[in-house]
């Protein structure tokens, strides 16, 4: 367990900017140059394209609002966390991601899943 870096503030501004044009001071604050963000349905590298990503999502949801759920685990620069997407209250996803951070307290990867874990499978 871990107090909260202050790049996940910086993240969560940055998916929540509803303002398109100044989402990229959010990612210059928290994304280091060469992130690598992969979830079910985006595959970026880069700060540039990481960017990009965000202003398509916003532009798909403009009145969504993301929080993190759940407390911080986290171990070697690495940490899990979980989240949720609304729109007027109501949940329209939720999910966890996995991040890394460098030496300097910048996300530099994110693996991000949908939905809850599938039961296990008894053979």
Same mark, same amino acid.
């Given at each position: 367990?871990?107090?909260?870096?202050?790049?996940?503030? +910086?993240?969560?501004?940055?998916?929540?900017?509803?303002?398109?044009?100044?989402?990229?001071?959010?990612?210059?604050?928290?994304?280091a140059e060469n992130i690598?963000?992969? &979830?079910?349905?985006? *595959?970026?590298?880069?700060?540039?394209? +990481?960017?990009?990503?965000?202003?398509?999502?916003?532009?798909?949801?403009?009145?969504?609002?993301?929080?993190?759920?759940?407390?911080?685990?986290?171990?070697?620069?690495?940490y899990r966390y979980s989240?949720?997407?609304?729109?007027?209250?109501?949940?329209?996803?939720?999910? *966890?991601?996995?991040?890394?951070?460098? &030496?300097?307290?910048?996300?530099?990867?994110?693996?991000? +899943?949908?939905?809850?874990?599938?039961?296990?499978?008894?053979a």
């Amino acid at each position: 367990m871990s107090s909260t870096p202050d790049a996940f503030a +910086f993240l969560l501004d940055a998916w929540n900017e509803r303002d398109l044009d100044n989402i990229r001071s959010h990612v210059d604050r928290c994304i280091a140059e060469n992130i690598v963000f992969a &979830d079910p349905t985006n *595959f970026v590298h880069g700060r540039d394209e +990481f960017t990009e990503m965000i202003r398509r999502y916003r532009q798909k949801y403009p009145e969504s609002d993301i929080k993190r759920t759940s407390g911080l685990d986290s171990h070697n620069n690495r940490y899990r966390y979980s989240w949720e997407i609304y729109i007027g209250g109501v949940t329209l996803i939720k999910g *966890f991601d996995f991040v890394q951070l460098n &030496d300097n307290g910048l996300v530099e990867r994110v693996d991000g +899943f949908f939905g809850d874990l599938p039961p296990l499978e008894i053979a």
